[in-house]
């Protein structure tokens, strides 16, 4: 059993800062690729980044340069920093683990992903 709990979420302006946590309990993930998807209202929840165990990281084009993953194994947390926030951010941010360890930090589709979190609000006004 895998438990994804997620924070760090919050109301921010635009151009603000915020910074996400996602502790991960039960089996270990340590060679799990993790990741962190959004979803805002009337659209599908969405990739926005990526990262294996070793650290290797993709990332969706509209929040490079903005966002930085990373990870520490030793706590079985992930991080997502987030710099120069746009209301086109706002959104609830989940917490994903690969299906299968060692699966490729490229996938985005949420299929690869079999553990979640149970999502985080983010809200970016202008």
């Known amino acids: 059993q895998v438990r994804l709990v997620e924070s760090g979420g919050g109301l921010v302006q635009a151009g603000g800062s915020l910074r996400l946590s996602c502790a991960a309990s039960?089996?270990?993930?340590?060679?799990?690729?993790m990741g962190w998807f959004r979803q805002s209202p009337g659209r599908e929840r969405e990739f926005v980044a990526a990262i294996s165990w070793s650290g290797n990281i993709y990332y969706v084009d509209s929040v490079k340069g903005r966002f930085t993953l990373s990870r520490d194994n030793a706590k079985g947390t992930i991080y997502l920093q987030m710099t120069n926030m746009e209301p086109e951010d706002t959104a609830v941010y989940y917490c994903?683990?690969?299906?299968?360890?060692?699966?490729?930090?490229?996938?985005?589709?949420?299929?690869?992903?079999?553990?979640w979190g149970q999502g985080t609000q983010v809200t970016v006004s202008s």
């Open positions: 039960g089996r270990t993930l340590s060679r799990s690729v």
């Open positions: 994903a683990a690969h299906r299968v360890p060692g699966g490729s930090y490229y996938d985005t589709d949420t299929d690869s992903f079999g553990f």
